[in-house]
Structure formats: C-alpha cells, structure tokens
Nanobody, 119 residues
Framework: QVQLVESGGGLVQTGGSMRLSCAAS??????????MGWYRQAPGKERELVAV???????NYADFVEGRFTISRGNAENTVYLQMNNLKPEDTAVYYC???????????WGQGTQVTVSS
C-alpha cells in the first residue's frame, strides 16, 4: 500500500504564493510508471484536477491555472511539488495529492491539505 504524505498549505492573502509538497512511501521501482498530481475540492463542489506530472516527463494543467501554478517532480521521483503563485480566493480548497499507476490505473490519495486565500 502506497501512502502519500502532504505538507504545505495554510492561509495566504490574495496575490500571495504557496508551495505544496507530497512524498510517496514507495518508489517507482515498487509501483512502476505513474502520474503524480494535485486535485482540489472546494466546499459544495466536486474534486477537480489541478495539475499532473508523469514519471517519464510531461505535465498537464487545468485551464483555471492560467500559468500561475507549476508542478514538478523531485529527483527521487516519488515526490511532487505544486508551486502556486498569484493565488485567488477561488483557489481556496482542500488540495489532495494523487498517485496513479499506469498499470492497473490504481489511485492513491493523500489526506488533503487546506489552502485558504483571503481577499
């Protein structure tokens, strides 16, 4: 069982920046090719993709990111970061780290970290 541990999050003012980190308890040698990414869920809304980075390169972003966020994988390949700049109140949500294996399409989730952007 892969566990994802998130860090970062908190309260920031509009226009501020924040960095989220996520580390998986296993490595690619354990779970194979994968994608690690971030989703978010605001109150009363469905969980939505923010950004994803693939273990062999390639990244995708949601349209609402609009160049404000950058996702990156760590050298250890079992970590993923989300640098968020120019934050807006509508970015307020619980952010979840996700790892999806290419083989079997198994999803693993972090516990979630609250990001609150004050206006």
């Amino acid at each position: 069982q892969v566990q994802l541990v998130e860090s970062g999050g908190g309260l920031v003012q509009t226009g501020g920046s924040m960095r989220l980190s996520c580390a998986a308890s296993a490595s690619e040698s354990d779970f194979g090719l994968n994608a690690m990414g971030w989703y978010r869920q605001a109150p009363g809304k469905e969980r939505e993709l923010v950004a994803v980075a693939f273990s062999r390169g390639g990244k995708n972003y949601a349209d609402f990111v609009e160049g404000r966020f950058t996702i990156s994988r760590g050298n250890a390949e079992n970590t993923v970061y989300l640098q968020m700049n120019n934050l807006k109140p509508e970015d307020t949500a619980v952010y979840y780290c996700n790892l999806r294996t290419v083989v079997g399409l198994t999803d693993y989730w972090g516990q979630g970290t609250q990001v609150t952007v004050s206006s």
